[in-house]
């Protein structure tokens, strides 16, 4: 009989991490409005810099919050310290370290916001193009 392993810490990070952006980023945290903004916002990150500061602080927050519940602490420097001591070569921490840096570096959110945006913008577009060929209209 095996047991599964027990996930390390920078896993159970991570993988909270990733639950709480995936189910909430796109759905509670901006509108579809707002993530149009940077298919076309590559020239006004003046406009989209609220929005990198709203992410910035949900998943900060997040972050606190999960390192508090994981023993760590819930101070700037504690969850630092911790992190740096936990650094390991391991494919969750390479994840970990990209999540961190898109709360850390702009161009890294409206990287993954540009992506999203396109990706609303084709599936809208292939939906009207179906609506199209359905109605015989051109």
Request: some cysteine; hydrophobic content about 35%; proline content about 3%.
């Amino acid at each position: 009989m095996s047991t599964k392993p027990v996930p390390t810490l920078v896993t159970r990070i991570l993988r909270s991490l990733l639950i709480q952006r995936g189910q909430n980023l796109f759905q509670d945290w901006f509108t579809d409005e707002e993530i149009a903004l940077f298919r076309s916002g590559t020239n006004q990150l003046h406009v989209l810099e609220p929005y990198f500061e709203r992410y910035q602080h949900i998943m900060e927050s997040n972050l606190k919050e999960i390192c508090t519940k994981e023993g760590i602490g819930d101070s700037d420097q504690e969850i630092i310290q911790a992190l740096e001591e936990i650094k390991d070569s391991s494919n969750d921490w390479k994840n970990l370290d990209k999540m961190v840096d898109s709360m850390t570096d702009p161009n890294v959110f409206y990287k993954l916001m540009r992506r999203k945006a396109d990706k609303n913008y084709d599936n809208a577009r292939k939906q009207f193009e179906g609506l199209k060929r359905v109605t015989g209209k051109k």
